[in-house]
């Protein structure tokens, strides 16, 4: 049978997904696989129908398809993005329907989840018959067991397309309510709020602003007292997408340093605000593939924080509350950057008089917030994303993340071994004394009075 692998790395064949590829290759030569480097290419994609239509027409010829690629901050690359998007603009969602599909993605299993989340949605929508997802470490592939994985996974789609597997649907189609947002001027209780000297900047990829994300935009300027900048990511000269080379990790230089003007955008703009509103259209699953470029061109920064201690806020266009996957990713952003996530307001309430209120009270609770310097508690989200990154530059990325490990170093973030002197006295105490039956029976009749009894004595003095 035949197999197209569409290779969503801008390294091209160059990239470990494509070692993973090029294995089952050798191990399946009675099976054509003809990869296609996507990502890499998407450029001239862009230029060209006639190429894309190539694309399209080895996608209709096959019998089934691999989406290949590395997890580029919690998702997909721009580049692969933005194939996906011209799929739908040129209207040939038609060659991938009834098609058998797989993921297979490499990574650190940082926020693969979502990715694959994402990718099983977009073969949804196609109508594709997805058969399951293969997420790797980057160096699976040098361990027996994870090699004889990867075949059985491979297998199974084989078996899948030659017998007609049905396959399950997990997302429903999207359904998009038409609704005009028409804002008003505002009430008289609501009075233009004050900034107090915070600085706000409202990032956006809106380029209408008829549209109803404009007029979200215009209905948040409105409501302080003084002109809030807003900074659309068309009008940056950005020259293209990360290309994954890793020079950052040294010393957090891009390579497109001195070519475009990303670099001093994010150091100097974006760092320079108190609080920061992102402003965007959900384009398929996801916001656009400009936004996905802004975030991915981020890395630049390794995995250190440079968002730190600000006020989030977001302005969303379109069915926000069908993807679940899309509020997550949203919601770590904030997290992941140590700052503080206030809000999403969307256009979906369908009222255009509630979404002007809830417009009005995110601006006042953002700034507000910031006087205050208010910050949610860390959640699985950051915590467990986190301490991925730890392990994973004190040990084999370090070499090559050199800018996050000198980071990590100084801010603490090597928290390990712990070094908890009541807890080990506890362990040393009460775990030999545990292993009597008697004991154990007197100990978990009073463990929950004794558990609380260092928080009840704060509670008992608030003011200590």
Partial sequence: MKIIVLNGSPKGIESATMQYILYIQKKFPQHEFKILNIAQQIKKLEKSDEKFQEIIEEVKNSDGIIWGFP???????????????????????????DKYTAVLTTSIHFYDHTAINYMNAICDDLEMKYVGSFSADM???????????????????????ENKIPTTRKNLPLIKHPFEYVPEKLEKEEEKIDTNGKKILIITDSVDRSSNLGKM????????????????????????????CIQCGYDNICVYKDKDEFTEFWSVTLESADILVFAGNIVDRYLSSRWKMVFDRSFFNGHIPTLR??????????????????????????????SNFVDIITDEYADSKIID????????????????????PQTFLSVGGNKIFRDAVYGRMRFVFQADHRYYKEHGFYDFPHNDKYAKKMNEKFIPLTQNEKFRKIF??????????????IVDNPDK
């Fill in 217 to 244: 935009i215009q209905r948040f300027q409105s409501c302080f007292s003084t002109i809030v900048e807003v900074i659309n990511i068309y009008d940056l000269n950005i020259k293209g997408g990360c290309l994954g």
């Fill in 71 to 97: 997890l580029y901050v919690m998702l997909v690359p721009s580049q692969y993005k933005r194939f996906i998007e011209l799929v739908a603009e040129r209207n040939n969602e038609d060659a991938f329907k």
């Fill in 357 to 376: 209120s809830l417009i009005y009270n995110l601006a006042k609770n953002l700034i507000m917030l910031s006087q205050s310097g208010y910050k949610k």
């Fill in 309 to 338: 201690e600000k006020q989030f806020g977001f302005l969303i266009s379109g069915p926000l509350g069908q993807i679940a996957n899309l509020r997550q990713i949203i919601e770590s952003i904030p997290e992941l950057e140590e």
């Fill in 444 to 457: 978990y009749s009073v463990l929950k009075t004794e558990m609380i009894k260092p928080l009840k004595s």
């Fill in 139 to 161: 160096f699976d592939l040098m361990i027996p067991k994870k090699r004889e994985q990867l075949i059985l996974f491979v297998e199974n789609l084989f078996n899948a397309i």
